[in-house]
């Protein structure tokens, strides 16, 4: 399968195979008026296999959302067709506006509008927790 | 500008301090009746309480201050569908200090996203009640002298059971203290509570549904009351409330020197005839309730003598 690449954009390399849906919804990818390609199951020495996002824009990227979902992710700058910047994302301290608290007693249920705040609360087990309740959120 | 909104914001060092303050003012209580003149503290009760409100009130009375504020959701904005963040920026207008009780878990850190004065949670849903846990502590530490050397067993709802969480929270950070938790299978203590707080600090603790078994080794012993406003379920709520009930007859069994402590109100897990037994510290340990709180409002306020 052929894809295009792109003139000036963003790729997002080294995505887990299956998660680049997920990526795609909680970035608000769907929003965009430029091209978007996604690649699944792309083959990949590394990984087996992998997906893949191109974006045919410079759009400002929520680099916490990207280590959320998979801190081994790679983000490619592409200017005039060539790479000028690698970047590598971590897992975030603090989530801000990703995810919902599921907890129904939670403040943030009966009050929406409240900004939703999850912070790294054990790295080793890639648990998040509501900075309002405590409730737990395994990645 | 500090908040207590988990007894964890208080490093143990502060809550030595705390507790040497509350002692000092039960011996001394004239030193401390002018302190917080022209002070108000606001106390915004979302949800019922008794104790934690007049507790709070009494507190900032006997420091020389003053009081404003409701008792209930129905007699505030809330009614009228304001939020928590509203409701404080504009109280912070007219007070120095607030106590926020709420029955949804998380409503003070809502609340101190937005206030320039300091805020107390004064218990958020099942989640913290931190001014509880010093009564408490302090309560502890006075019949016991110090955190360490003893067994404390916790009884009855240890799921919803916020006093529990705060307390366990708190007394995990000294060493030498043992735990026993004593629940029906549905009300035991939450996982993650388990998992990042006794787990982690290797702990030693068990968890049993036996009160009778768990009684013989306890040095504190921690009734709770199965809270019918915690349950979305009435039937679930009917099924468990009288599964544990200490009478005279199980502590029969129990150390002569146990210290018997609730937060209060109890309904029938506490039989009445343990009232006169030397061994019941639950109304002390309600009269401490204002001690701790005028120390806890002083220090917030940056108060001293």
């Known amino acids: 399968m052929k894809i295009d690449s792109i003139q000036n954009g963003i790729v997002l390399d080294h995505i887990k195979a299956g998660r680049s849906m997920e990526i795609y919804k909680l970035l608000g990818l769907d929003r965009l008026d430029c091209s978007v390609a996604i690649i699944k199951n792309a083959r990949s020495t590394q990984m087996g296999k992998k997906d893949i996002i191109k974006i045919a824009d410079r759009i400002d990227l929520n680099l916490d959302v990207l280590g959320f979902v998979d801190p081994g992710i790679t983000v490619d700058i592409i200017e005039d067709g060539k790479l000028v910047q690698k970047k590598h994302v971590q897992l975030p301290e603090k989530l801000v506006n990703v995810l919902k608290c599921k907890n129904p007693r939670c403040i943030t249920s009966s009050e929406p509008h409240l900004r939703s705040m999850f912070v790294l609360t054990d790295r080793e087990k890639r648990v998040y927790s509501c900075a309002y309740c405590d409730t737990r959120y395994h990645r | ?305």
């Not at chain 2, 104790?51 to 209930?72: I, K, N, P, Q, Y």
């Not at chain 2, 030693?204 to 009684?215: H, M």
Request: glycine share 6%; net charge negative; charged share 25%.
């Open chain 2, 1 to 305: 500008m500090r908040n207590l909104l988990n007894i964890t914001d208080l490093s143990t060092g502060e809550i030595d301090e705390l507790i040497a303050l509350a002692e000092d003012i039960i011996a001394h209580p004239e030193t401390y009746q002018d302190v917080c003149r022209r002070k108000k503290l606001a106390t915004l009760f979302f949800e019922p309480s008794t104790r934690t409100r007049l507790s709070f009130e009494a507190a900032m009375l006997d420091l020389g201050g003053s009081v404003l504020g409701f008792s209930e959701a129905q007699s505030s904005s809330a009614a009228k569908g304001e939020t928590v963040g509203d409701t404080v920026r504009v109280v912070c207008g007219y007070a120095d200090i607030i106590a926020m009780r709420h029955p949804k878990e998380g409503a003070p850190f809502a609340a101190v996203q937005v206030a320039s004065k300091p805020v107390i949670n004064a218990g958020d849903g099942g989640h913290n009640h931190p001014t509880q846990t010093l009564t408490d502590l302090l309560t502890i530490h006075r019949e016991r002298g110090a955190f360490r050397d003893f067994t404390i067993g916790f009884c009855g709802d240890l799921k919803f059971g916020r006093t529990v969480h705060s307390l366990v929270s708190a007394l995990a950070r000294y060493t030498g203290i043992r735990f026993v938790f004593i629940s029906p299978e549905e009300l035991r203590l939450p996982r993650y509570i388990v998992d990042n707080t006794l787990k982690r600090n290797n702990l030693p603790y068990i968890e049993t549904t036996s009160l009778e078994s768990a009684i013989p080794d306890l040095d504190v012993l921690y009734m709770t009351r199965v809270q019918r406003e915690r349950f979305f379920n009435e039937a679930d709520y009917i099924r468990l409330k009288d599964t544990y009930i200490l009478d005279c007859d199980k502590l029969e069994r129990a150390k002569p020197d146990l210290c018997i402590l609730h937060p209060l109100p109890r309904v029938n897990e506490i039989a009445v005839e343990v009232d006169e037994d030397p061994r019941a510290k639950y109304f002390e340990q309600a009269a401490n309730g204002k001690f701790i709180r005028m120390a806890l409002i002083m220090k917030l306020l940056e108060l001293s003598v």
